[in-house]
């Protein structure tokens, strides 16, 4: 399995996904591969290839709740070019340029300033991250005990 969080840490609460994932990194998960970016580009499409599960951390702007989680499928690219993708578009090209369709999940963490260049997290995403972070490591596990082991590499 591999957790990819985006987002700027430079543009306040933007920075959720990379702080999700250094997180997770700090905790050291042996059946978790983790990668931080500033943004989904085409390169993540070659990353996910090789994962049967992959979950895409990013901030959410002030969503109702302190985090959602969906599963997610391949969709129809909007205009591809250099700049961020949608996890979406990353799945797309995963299935077209490496046949590997890996089962996807996005968790959105709401955040509430995003608007000024600054360092750090608001104290309202702090706790926001707080949370997703639980609930993603119950979620973890629960895969964990359910199918004795959490999908890690696929052999090719």
């Not at 990194?25 to 290839?49: C, F, M």
Request: net charge negative; hydrophobic share 40%.
């Amino acid at each position: 399995m591999i957790l990819i969080g985006y987002g700027n840490p430079g543009r306040g609460d933007d920075g959720l996904g990379p702080a999700f994932s250094q997180r997770l990194a700090g905790r050291a998960l042996s059946e978790l591969e983790i990668d931080t970016d500033y943004q989904l580009v085409a390169e993540h499409a070659l990353t996910i290839s090789g994962h049967e599960v992959v979950v895409f951390a990013d901030a959410e702007i002030e969503g109702e709740n302190p985090f959602s989680f969906q599963e997610i499928a391949a969709g129809a690219p909007e205009v591809l070019g250099s700049h961020s993708l949608k996890p979406q578009t990353v799945l797309a090209l995963c299935e077209t340029l490496y046949g590997a369709k890996p089962r996807a999940y996005v968790l959105g963490i709401s955040g509430h300033e995003f608007g000024e260049v600054k360092e750090g997290l608001s104290e309202k995403a702090l706790k926001n991250l707080d949370d997703a972070e639980a609930f993603f490591l119950d979620w973890l596990s629960e895969r964990t005990c359910t199918n004795g082991v959490v999908p890690d590499r696929v052999d090719s």
